[in-house]
């Protein structure tokens, strides 16, 4: 029996479903040395099991948005689902890293279902009024998959293998899948049969992109995510072999790092509907700003400080707490007629620059936080540049 559309157990539904893009990208991340080494290849090249994974995402995102217009939201999750489930599996048993970077980018097809299908359902149920509040709720729920996913990855690396990591996530695939077959009712009621029609396509898109306020928050939320992207491409080489942490301990640092997320996410859930959207982006991208630069200089201070690291990505996190639902709210919740191709285009632009920012990150990688602070600091910057830019337009 479905679940009623605005109960708590479809908000807690929605969690999980957007909560599985997370998960598949922090739980792995205390493996990464391990994954290196088990394949004999270098960090750059490790680095790019994350980086195809986001690449996956982003175009998958193009295609999976105008599907959910056209055929509804049920379908494309469920068929989304199923081949996660897959891809997991063959994940777990890749033998060469090849096959790894290729199954992640089909895993990455799969679980974008939940994030860009689940968005536009809170579209469809809570319409624009409430659908910034929904979502900022819904990004404080989804930020304990990035706080304990790496603990249970952890555990599970030095119990039974990085390959034990996607076993899981093939049990959370399969699991989510028979949830929602029973519990997931079609939220669509503006189904458009041309949503995937090359014109209708093409003139979507064109009018998105051609739409100043969706430009600006889509870039406000692109570039506010690609300074966290990298960070946790970064992280567990930064924080694990260059300064020296275990992996458990590493796990108990990123969750540290990602409170800061949940605060700010609470921060905005609470203060959005006061405030309106737009402030709470302003003040979130002078955050951004301001934790980035600190972040950078107190590396040349004191470089072997753990705490110099995870404090100011705290902070940094906050913002991204404040910024990503309401700019994701702000893109969408204006064109409920292709609501799915909003979300999906935004995401498209999310992961696409955040897979840019995390291979950056692989390449200057010199075994201090130095390289991966100041890629933080600079998307940070951006975000904050762009925000000012939208409000000296309409001055």
């Known amino acids: 029996m479905p679940f009623p559309p605005k109960s708590k157990y479809m908000l807690a539904l929605i969690i999980a479903l957007v909560a599985t893009g997370p998960i598949s990208t922090d739980m792995y991340l205390p493996a990464l040395p391990d994954i290196r080494d088990a394949f004999g290849v270098t960090t750059s090249g490790v680095q790019l099991t994350l980086s195809v994974f986001l690449f996956g995402l982003a175009f998958a995102q193009l295609i999976l948005g105008p599907l959910s217009d056209k055929f509804g939201r049920r379908p494309v999750l469920l068929g989304g689902l199923a081949l996660y489930f897959v891809a997991s599996i063959a994940c777990a048993m890749a033998t060469t890293i ?50 304990v996913a790496p603990l249970i990855g952890g555990q599970l690396t030095l119990a039974f293998g990085w390959q034990s990591i996607f076993w899981a996530m093939a049990v959370i695939a399969l699991v989510l899948f028979f949830i929602t077959t029973s519990a997931l009712g079609e939220s669509n009621q503006w189904k458009k049969s041309d949503a995937l029609n090359p014109k209708r396509f093409m003139r979507n898109y064109s009018l998105l992109i051609k739409d100043a306020d969706y430009r600006s928050f889509v870039l406000a939320s692109a570039l506010n995510f690609s300074g966290l992207f990298a960070f946790i491409s970064g992280a567990s080489f930064v ?157």
């Open 239 to 395: 924080l694990i072999e260059g300064l020296g942490l275990d992996i458990e301990t590493f796990g108990f640092a990123f969750g540290f790092v990602v409170v800061g997320f949940m605060v700010g996410a609470q921060i905005s859930a609470r203060f959005t509907k006061r405030i309106g959207l737009e402030r709470m982006i302003e003040i979130g991208g002078r955050l951004a700003i301001i934790s980035g630069f600190v972040g950078v200089m107190v590396q040349f201070i004191f470089p072997h400080s753990v705490f110099l690291v995870i404090i100011p990505m705290a902070v940094y996190l906050c913002s991204v707490g404040l910024i990503l639902p309401n700019a994701t709210a702000g893109a969408i919740a204006p064109h409920q007629d292709m609501a799915g191709a909003a979300s999906a285009l935004l995401g498209f632009v999310q992961m696409m620059m955040a897979a840019g920012a995390g291979i950056i990150v692989g390449k200057v990688h010199d075994g201090t936080p130095i390289p991966m602070m100041t890629v933080v600091a600079a998307c940070g910057f951006l975000g904050w540049f762009f925000t000012k830019r939208k409000k000296a337009n309409e001055a």
């Open 98 to 147: 090849e096959i790894l970077i290729l199954s992640r980018f089909l895993q990455a097809v799969g679980v974008c279902a939940g994030g860009v299908v689940g968005r536009a359902v809170v579209r469809d149920i809570h319409g624009p009024g409430e659908a910034a509040r929904m979502l900022a709720y819904i990004a404080s729920g989804i930020a304990v998959a990035p706080l």
